[in-house]
């Protein structure tokens, strides 16, 4: 499949679109703040993206990153299930493999986290090789999961008390380019620096600054 699977092809294939676009928009801005409406605007979006697969996959998607904001892990990796058999985006289905790369981490299910970690290392390659493909909406999408891809693996480096890597990993991302969009996402950057950092003092203290987050 390419990495994106759908075009308009009407007025009306236009209209559905900019609507769903505009939900999954505003779901993603309220993510944090209020998780109910951005779970209500995600829903509403995945409803009316019948015709418009590519809307509906990232409506999907946000339903998955609520449902991990929630513990709901059951629900979250149901959710991944419909993705995997319904979506041909290949921007979609990264976002989805980190989404599961963060359940995995969350519950200390090392061995699925690195199934999905190489399935998305492999994704993102393959993106890759059509880059200059990726245009509109699906390049911010893109740019998002890179995002999300490196913070994810960078706190797993932490985790595993692997700082050099981890900092590697945070390296990987261009502090002008789409965290700006995002202040959650950038906090948490700066925060994962700071353990960095703070490894350069001794394991006991970056152990007990990882505690904290992860409560």
Not at 128 to 153: I, N
Request: with cysteine; aromatic share 10%.
């Amino acid at each position: 499949a390419g990495i994106a699977g759908w075009q308009c092809h009407s007025r009306s294939d236009a209209v559905v679109a900019m609507k769903v676009d505009s939900l999954n928009t505003r779901a993603y801005q309220l993510r944090y703040d209020r998780p109910d409406s951005a779970s209500l605007l995600a829903g509403e979006a995945y409803r009316l993206s019948q015709g418009y697969p590519d809307g509906r996959s990232e409506a999907l998607c946000h339903l998955m990153y609520l449902c991990f904001l929630r513990m709901d892990y059951a629900g979250e990796r149901e959710l991944y299930g419909q993705l995997q058999a319904s979506c041909d985006n290949q921007i979609e289905l990264l976002v989805g493999e980190v989404n599961m790369m963060m359940v995995c981490q969350r519950a200390a299910q090392n061995r699925l986290f690195y199934d999905y970690y190489n399935r998305a290392v492999e994704r993102i390659r393959r993106i890759m090789e059509e880059y200059d493909d990726v245009a509109g909406r699906d390049k911010s999408r893109l740019e998002y999961a890179l995002v999300e891809f490196r913070l994810t693996s960078a706190t797993n480096c932490l985790n595993l008390m692997q700082a050099e890597e981890a900092e590697e990993e945070l390296a990987g991302i261009d502090v002008d380019g789409y965290i700006r969009q995002d202040d959650a996402l950038r906090a948490y950057y700066y925060y994962l620096k700071g353990l960095v950092a703070l490894n350069r003092l001794g394991g006991e203290r970056l152990a007990e600054a990882f505690d904290f987050l992860l409560r």
